[in-house]
């Protein structure tokens, strides 16, 4: 996986994200990720299921490395990335599946790096905006699945229940049993439904990784 033109790169948390919405998904259609950064999650998400994965990068150096990974894969015929803001571009939906590793940081210090900033700030798409984003491109069954901080929980349950959706399978990160929770991971539908909440410790006590962390990436990682 190529990443030197992207400001966020390849990390753990995405990883996760990746293989867990893989395997706890259900796209009845093809998928779109925005915010498609190296192509990580649309590689991961293909591996596992045979439909149209689309992309969108709003940064121009990390959209032309994505195109490059995509180009590499063996499942380039059924994958496309394009450039530009997801809140004003026409993409050939609806979708089965939106999904998203959106700007973790809202009104806080930025970076002088304008690149980074678009990585890691959300000042170009907001959580609100995403809600919005994910809901008019998704088709009347999709899923929308999304990560934030696990602080940023609650602010995630009030946006999805003020624009109409519910959660049916969530997961909370952590590093070991001793950690606290840092990631949170969660599938929404428009479907009102009892949610399923999931828990993960990336290692055990003894800094191996755990077993349920080896089932979950044993599709992805050479070496566990």
């Known amino acids: 996986m190529w990443q030197s033109s992207c400001s966020q790169k390849v990390s753990t948390d995405a990883c996760i994200f990746g293989a867990w919405t893989a395997r706890c998904a259900q796209p009845g259609g093809p998928v779109l990720d925005i915010g498609a950064g190296t192509g990580l999650l649309m590689l991961m998400l293909a591996q596992k299921h045979p439909v149209a994965i689309h992309g969108i990068e709003i940064e121009p150096d990390c959209f032309q490395q994505s195109k490059e990974n995509i180009s590499k894969s063996k499942w380039h015929d059924r994958l496309e990335v394009f450039e530009g803001d997801a809140k004003n571009m026409d ?12 700007p973790f940081y809202e009104n806080q210090l930025a970076s002088p790096d304008q690149r980074k900033n678009m990585a890691w700030h959300s000042s170009k798409l907001s959580l609100g905006d995403l809600f919005t984003t994910a809901g008019g491109l998704l088709d009347n069954g999709g899923e929308f699945a999304v990560i934030v901080p696990y602080t940023r929980k609650d602010e995630l349950s009030t946006l999805a229940a003020s624009t ?30 009892s949610c399923i909440d999931e828990w993960l410790e990336i290692k055990t ?5 755990s077993a349920e962390m080896i089932r979950l990436m044993a599709d992805y990682y050479l070496f566990l």
């Open 91 to 102: 993409v050939p939906g609806p979708y089965g599946l939106v999904l998203s590793n959106p």
């Open 164 to 193: 109409g959706f519910h959660p049916k399978r969530s997961l909370s990160v952590r590093h070991t049993l001793t950690h606290t929770f840092t990631r949170y991971m969660v599938i929404y539908t428009r479907q009102p439904s």
């Open 205 to 209: 006590a003894d800094g191996e990784y």
